[in-house]
């Protein structure tokens, strides 16, 4: 199985900073890298897909890159609402695989 | 718009089968997946099905003992679990596969315990 791994496994950024997060898979997925955002007690939200596709509705301060490997998620000017639980996963193969997850918090 | 049912407390060794309803887009054309949380952990992918069901796969933490069905004449989707352990206390997701997981349910908990 593909091991997908994040990092940092939590983040202390304030309003207005740029922030990045890392995934890094054990082998190559091409560009099959998902990530997706999900808050305190509800289901994840799809962010972009395959690595720097925006989904419809989300925010252009999110974006993603990368292939192979290496994944990146930034998200520029950090706003309120986007203090939450970041993860990543792979499509490339099955069983698909989830990153352990980025907790970005408010400083 | 998916709703996710039949959670709830199960004994360990005790099966579970749960449902989710689809509204509101041509659930035949799109794989299906089920994805968990256990409390305070992660998201794990548990499982997924093709539009037709003609293909399916598995996480190896459940392969053997869960089941990925569906019924597109009713636009829903199932899971199977058995051989059920503490292992499998989780939030239960479905979630519509179209470029991405881009629609999820609510989740159903599911509690293994004695």
């Known amino acids: 199985d593909i091991q997908m791994t994040q990092s940092p496994s939590s983040l202390s950024a304030s309003v207005g900073d740029r922030v990045t997060i890392t995934c890094r898979a054990s082998?190559?997925?091409?560009?099959?890298l998902n990530w997706f955002q999900q808050k305190s007690g509800k289901a994840p939200k799809l962010l972009i897909y395959?690595?720097?596709n925006l989904q419809s509705g989300v925010p252009s301060r999110f974006s993603g890159s990368g292939t192979g490997t290496d994944f990146t998620l930034t998200i520029t000017s950090l706003q309120p609402e986007d203090f939450a639980t970041y993860y990543c996963?792979?499509?490339?193969?099955?069983?698909?695989?989830f990153g352990q997850g980025t907790k970005l918090e408010i400083k | 718009q998916l709703v996710e049912s039949g959670g709830g407390l199960v004994k360990p060794g005790g099966s579970l089968r749960l449902s989710c309803a689809a509204s509101?887009?041509?659930?035949?054309?799109?794989?299906m997946n089920w994805v968990r949380q256990a409390p305070g952990k992660g998201l794990e992918w548990v499982s997924s099905?093709?539009?037709?069901?003609?293909?399916?796969y598995y996480a190896d933490s459940v392969k053997g003992r869960f089941t990925i069905s569906r019924d597109n004449a009713k636009n829903s989707l199932f899971l199977q679990m058995s051989s059920l352990g503490a292992e499998d206390t989780a939030v239960y997701y479905c979630?519509?596969?179209?470029?991405?997981?881009?629609?999820w349910g609510q989740g159903t908990t599911v509690t293994v315990s004695s």
């Open positions: 979630a519509r596969d179209y470029s991405g997981l881009d629609v």
């Open positions: 509101g887009f041509s659930f035949n054309s799109y794989d």
């Open positions: 099905i093709s539009s037709s069901g003609s293909y399916i």
């Open positions: 082998q190559s997925i091409s560009s099959f």
């Open positions: 395959a690595t720097s």
């Open positions: 996963q792979q499509t490339y193969s099955n069983p698909s695989t």
